[in-house]
């Protein structure tokens, strides 16, 4: 079953049966995301999870440049200003850490920004070993990213691998990605679609309620970090960074092609307030 949309393709039982494969179809822009892809992403998550005859959902993204290059500029400059991203509610992770299906990220290309952290949320993430790229740009581009998003890579590379990942926005090719246990399997491009089906294949094999209980129990583990995003992280730690400008150095370099210049904004002094 194909199912049509305008920013992502949506096919059941595609190449395995029991396996639905969700694809972001926004090759043009390194298959970014804006709110309308999420929202597509997110309607097709809950249909594969509905759906008896589904077990296992892969999320990849169109061609071989990307599998996610995050949210689109663009459509960030228009939300990210204060308040707007959390009253519109946008879920970067299209509901994939709620559902019970294992869910398996197929990266081929460049997984940064919320392309990245959608895929370290994935259950399991099956990479190309010669195109995938993986990294966090928010300090970069000005995109203050918070909370849980953030913390949940401790528990994946552990605490100085992830906090080099987010603060220094480094790069990572797969070879370097599976050492840090950021992904679980590195294959040559001709080898990737087999490897998938092959993890398909297997996950079809296992007791879907065995599969349910696993999965709530590993979602269950970061559940209290998730209680503890919900508080305004920018007005509570950097109340002025959209007024100031900040934001739109960083987006405005990127869309300019040029490195950014925050030397003007103070590196003002700050402590952690758990009652922020």
């Keep these: 079953m194909t199912s049509q949309f305008s920013d992502i393709i949506y096919e059941k039982h595609h190449r395995v049966r029991g396996a639905a494969w969700i694809t972001i179809n926004r090759p043009q822009v390194m298959n970014a995301f804006t709110g309308h892809t999420l929202q597509e992403m997110a309607q097709a998550v809950e249909d594969a999870n509905n759906d008896p005859e589904i077990g296992v959902i892969v999320i990849t993204g169109a061609g071989s ?6 949210g689109d500029v663009r459509w960030l400059a228009q939300v990210q200003r204060e308040g707007e991203w959390e009253q519109q509610r946008f879920d970067p992770h299209v509901g994939i850490e709620d559902i019970l299906k294992p869910v398996i990220a197929r990266v081929d ?3 940064v920004g919320g392309g990245n952290h959608l895929a370290y949320f994935c259950d399991f993430t099956i990479a190309c070993q010669e195109h995938a790229r993986f990294g966090q740009i928010g300090p970069r581009v000005g995109s203050p990213a918070a909370g ?14 992830a906090r080099e990942m987010w603060m220094l926005t480094r790069y990572y090719d797969a070879q ?6 950021l992904i679980n399997a590195a294959v040559p491009h001709e080898q990737l679609d087999a490897e998938v ?3 398909c294949q297997e996950l079809m094999q296992k007791s879907p309620s065995c599969l349910r209980i696993l999965k709530a129990s590993f979602r269950d583990l970061y559940q209290p970090l998730r209680e503890r995003s919900r508080r305004d992280w920018v007005k509570a730690y950097a109340p002025d960074f959209f007024r100031s400008g900040e934001a739109d150095e960083g987006k405005n370099a990127f869309l300019e092609r040029r490195e950014p210049d925050f030397s003007r904004y103070p590196r003002l002094p700050g402590r952690y307030n758990p009652n922020a």
């Design 176 to 181: 370097q990605a599976l050492q840090m246990g």
């Design 109 to 111: 290309g460049w997984a």
């Design 148 to 161: 849980y998003i953030v913390s949940y890579l401790t528990w994946v590379v552990g605490a100085k691998k």
């Design 197 to 199: 089906d092959r993890w």
């Design 65 to 70: 440049r990307a599998f996610c290059a995050g």
